[in-house]
């Protein structure tokens, strides 16, 4: 076999991270260059318009609207998808896989919804499929998954992996500023989008969530099968009594695997002041392990940007032309197994929850009856009083979803609560 | 080729590493199989004494005392080397490099030392030699910082990679406890060794640091080149105004580098509260790295103890087998090319100075005409009375280690200033 003096790539998208992605390929030759073997060269720019201005230089020849005929010609050894969105995306990458190429993608949305698929095309074709860059941005967090922890076992997974999120509770946090308020700083300084919607509702996590619960237990997830709560209910009172409490709000993706079965979800979560995921703060994104043998593991990083997610996106793609050159290929996703879901309504964990009810005599025990009635034990109570009121805040022991909800359903028909207000789960804490 | 069935795996040490690994290869069989395209087999364990009771069952046809044996074996197609020490291991593995059997090891002294020589060696063999564990454990960092981050441009590494100092620092910092009970402590706990001196002093933080600077910047740095003062002299009062002033006390190794010139050193450093390493307690370890795509990550576990170390381990093994079985060989460390070290004189940071001085008029303007004659800046000053005299805590703005050094010496020869105390670095400010 003749020597491979360079690998060609074949880049679909030129937005922030395709651009940056050109740019530290050109800049980073010769280092890249030592690490594959061969020199790395991008050759192809699929673009939709390519008469648009654009931050990086790219030379005629190799700019291009026909993004269907990248994946197909044979002058491309490697294909970059980072167009975004799932289709095109989906049937260029299924191509380019089939023709033989391997591909690295930075495509969320279309590695949560397609991933179990697409792992089967690459592993038929024996060619690679790498996507660390659609979890987490610049973090490396598939890899250690795939690699690091390989002959571990992963118990559970607690992911900040929505920067926008992050980003408003921590404002909420620190200010004491309401969501809406918060939400407003975001999107002025371009962490939110004028339209919210994906990142404060959970949806962007969600899909996060099934592609690290996919590969955590080798059990394929989409995002139909994640639980999903967002945080516009969060109040600075919510966040205010957390802190009273030794608690931090966080989105959370969690992931676990419990007896065979598996739960993955995203909601609000109180996590207790000294968790390292505690620590993470403003728009950066963070992964915590619980496994077998390594114990526990946080990587932390930003979760978006152009540089971080194509420094994400370059690190695959060495990869990928490392094994091309070596005529090898790197570490496929084994087969997949489908695992039973546990129904949330089973999930156990510890409860904060927050009341209104009268101030009189015999109220906290009326409240502490239905909560006993229906076996949920409480850890502490804060009792704050306003005007003829009381603000009750319960932090409870590990209790199944279903009896808090039989709790909270009888607490409402209880005369003394005037309301029962916001319901946090806690995760993190020490058991 | 015929298609190879098992991978033969010797291994040298059986303490608590290596009982973690053999049992875990053994637990994990099918998991890495998959993952390898080979069965994975122990078929060698050399120990020094085969009459000892473990905490493993080793068949006997297994267990020998030859570890010479081992490494020349032709029956043994990888090495793995967890018996510490620089010698017999450094032979032991260049033997079996040179007999092109791929080796991981988890020996940090030798790799600190020997590493550029070791690295040469594999390369010429043209095998494997992986050391993921040799620095911080059970986290996932050398392969980050050889694969994720390759095409990345890395500036500066911060890492808490002594977990034995840091859980000191926690006790002193959660009780106010003095430095010799909280060392006292760890010792009773298992965390300190009966001689503390290669944690407390540095040494131990020092050899990791000059891997992760080895591995970061691409230049031979041995544990010679590294700057290193250890935590016996900080004291409670130290950590006490650093909590009032917003930071927490680290031992840090910390690698840069500026304007092509290295800096590798250990010492403690008042870290901002807000920082991430702040938030890595008790006996965990860290690492923190700021590239230029990629901007700031860091890398949080356990960084010793015998699942995570030989977790770290497995990773590698699992690595270096399903090279050799797909005839291809791993990343290789690239040409490692000398860089000139800034010396200690010439690095610039924060400080922070406590000084006792004579609580009367006209003594702060003394101390800081003293500071700016040397052109060193004054960000902040706390001062606080105690009996005639005034207890000064000043933090510095950026300046350099000569500058603060020769203020420090006029400091002593002033007669206001009874005494200079602590004087430790501020790493990690936003600046």
């Known amino acids: 076999m003749a020597v491979r003096e360079t690998v060609r790539v074949g880049v679909l998208g030129c937005g922030n991270v395709g651009a940056s992605l050109v740019r530290l390929v050109a800049e980073h030759g010769d280092v890249i260059a030592a690490r594959v073997g061969a020199r790395v060269e991008v050759t192809r720019v699929a673009v939709r318009d390519a008469g648009r201005t654009r931050t990086v230089a790219i030379p005629a020849g190799v700019l291009t609207e026909d993004a269907a005929a990248v994946v197909t010609d044979p002058d491309v050894d490697v294909v970059v998808e980072v167009m975004g969105g799932t289709d095109p995306a989906r049937q260029l990458i299924e191509t380019a896989l089939r023709a033989g190429k391997p591909v690295v993608t930075a495509n969320k949305e279309l590695i949560a919804r397609d991933g179990p698929e697409l792992f089967r095309i690459a592993a038929d074709a024996g060619v690679d499929l790498l996507f660390e860059a659609s979890v987490a941005g610049g973090i490396p967090l598939i890899r250690p998954l795939r690699e690091s922890l390989a002959g571990d076992r992963i118990r559970r997974v607690l992911g900040i992996v929505n920067g926008t999120t992050n980003y408003i509770l921590t404002r909420m946090a620190d200010e004491g500023a309401p969501f809406a308020d ?18 404060v509702e959970g949806f962007d996590a969600a899909a996060k969530a099934a592609i690290i619960a996919t590969i955590a237990f080798g059990a394929p997830v989409g995002p139909g099968d994640v639980h999903r709560e967002g945080i516009t209910g969060i109040t600075a009172d919510d966040i205010a009594s957390a802190a009273r409490l030794g608690y931090v709000v966080k989105l959370l993706a969690v992931a676990e695997e419990v007896d065979g079965a598996i739960t993955v979800r995203v909601h609000p979560a109180m996590v207790p002041v000294h968790h390292p995921l505690a620590a993470v703060r403003e728009a950066f994104n963070a992964v915590f392990i619980e496994a077998d043998a390594v114990g526990e593991l946080m990587l932390y990083g930003r979760g978006a940007g152009g540089d971080p997610t194509a420094s994400a996106v370059l690190g695959d ?93 009888d607490l409402r028909g209880t005369d003394a609560v005037r309301r029962v207000g916001s319901v946090i789960r806690v995760v993190g804490e020490e058991e």
Chains 1, 2 share one sequence.
């Open 182 to 199: 918060a939400l407003a700083e975001a999107q002025r300084l371009g962490y939110a989008e004028a339209d919210p919607t994906a990142d």
């Open 317 to 409: 793609l060495v990869d990928a032309a490392r094994n091309l050159v070596a005529g090898a290929r790197g570490a496929t996703i084994g087969e997949l197994t489908a695992a039973p879901f546990r129904p949330m309504a089973e999930v156990t964990t510890p409860y904060y929850v927050l009341l209104e009810a009268a101030d009189r005599p015999g109220v906290l025990a009326a409240i502490a009856e239905r909560f006993g009635r229906h076996g949920v034990s409480i850890a502490s109570m804060e009792q704050r009083g306003i005007g003829a009121d009381a603000r009750l805040v319960f932090i409870t022991h590990r209790a199944r979803e279903a009896d808090l909800m039989a709790t909270l359903d």
